[in-house]
């Protein structure tokens, strides 16, 4: 969650991805945002969004849409 830390574990995350010969799924909640929408505020790092997403894109990653709340915090 310390999102000084993003690009730290991003990088680290996919060199791994990118040394790897067998395939990987990768899981999880990573705390970050890939496009305004998926924020409830205007605070919005475009820096770090474009940094997520060419990551994705790149090791070729596909996200599965969330089904249900549009937030998972929103306790619904």
């Known amino acids: 969650a310390d999102h ?3 690009l730290v574990f991003l990088n680290e995350l996919f060199s791994k991805l990118a040394n790897s010969n067998i395939p990987v799924l990768v899981g999880g909640d990573f705390n970050l945002h890939r496009d305004p929408a998926d924020k409830n505020n205007s ?3 475009w820096h770090l969004a474009h940094y997520f997403n060419d990551c994705i894109s790149s090791a070729a990653l596909r996200e599965i849409p969330r089904v249900g709340a549009r937030f998972t915090w929103s306790n619904r």
């Open 4 to 6: 000084s830390l993003a």
């Open 43 to 45: 605070n919005f790092n």
